[in-house]
């Protein structure tokens, strides 16, 4: 069954540094996005792409965030300098449309990032 | 954010029985429904949705009921197993949208 793939499994960084988490989106899909999920909250929207471009972004999303899909497998989110509170699990997913049927977003198993 | 409420945090089931999870939404914008299953160091694993021009859902073990004018849905599993414990959580947004609006999550325990 196709998946979404996210690497790597756990990040640990310190303060100020640059992250990038990857994914691998479900082949035939072409909607992608990212969620995270900090340690006893929700899990939260922070942006979605599609056609090479953000289509949605959330308050979180700021400008030390980014997306990227530098080929036609990957799609990154880049972190440019670290906080503490970006510790969280990181979420991919992606869907195929947005048509009713085939509006699922499919999660991978997530990136934990631990800023020091 | 309390847009989607999940106000059960826990619930403990005996194998064989019904499960009820619960779920509350304040959005009228919002037009489709999802329940995902999580183990822990999993991402959420989609299980059944429902649009808001259904009351009912079923798939298997697992059906969905959509109550619009009360702005409540519910997700029943029958017979529950206890390879069902999990994280449940509930996730709306409207029907074309991109963003989904998750709870908080109900943590099953179905004990054999």
């Known amino acids: 069954e196709p998946e979404v793939t996210q690497t790597p499994s756990h990040q640990v960084t310190q303060m100020g540094q640059e992250v990038i988490l990857r994914c691998v989106p479900i082949?035939?899909?072409?909607?992608f996005y990212w969620y995270r999920q900090i340690l006893g909250q929700k899990v939260e929207f922070l942006v979605s792409?599609?056609?090479?471009?953000?289509?949605?972004k959330s308050e979180i999303f700021d400008d030390q965030f980014s997306v990227e899909r530098p080929d036609g497998s990957n799609f990154t989110l880049k972190i440019r300098s670290t906080k503490l509170e970006d510790s969280a699990m990181y979420f991919c997913?992606?869907?195929?449309?947005?048509?009713?049927?085939?509006?699922?977003?499919?999660f991978g198993a997530g990136t934990r990032l631990s800023v020091l | 954010d309390q847009q989607v409420k999940q106000n059960s945090p826990s619930l403990s089931v005996q194998e064989g029985r019904i499960s009820i999870l619960n779920c509350d939404y304040t959005?009228?914008?919002?037009?489709?429904f999802l329940w995902y299953k999580k183990y822990p160091a999993e991402g959420p694993t989609f299980l059944i949705s429902?649009?808001?021009?259904?009351d009912k859902n079923e798939d298997g073990r697992f059906t969905v009921f959509l109550n619009k004018s009360a702005k409540h849905l519910s997700l029943h599993i029958v017979p529950s197993q206890p390879g069902d414990s999990a994280v449940y959580f509930c996730?709306?947004?409207?029907?074309?949208?991109?963003?989904?609006?998750f709870g908080a999550g109900t943590i099953l325990r179905v004990k054999s």
């Open positions: 429902i649009s808001s021009i259904k």
């Open positions: 959005n009228s914008m919002f037009d489709y």
């Open positions: 082949s035939n899909h072409l909607y």
């Open positions: 996730a709306a947004s409207p029907l074309y949208g991109n963003k989904l609006v």
């Open positions: 997913a992606s869907s195929e449309a947005l048509t009713l049927a085939k509006n699922i977003q499919y």
């Open positions: 792409f599609y056609n090479n471009e953000i289509s949605e």
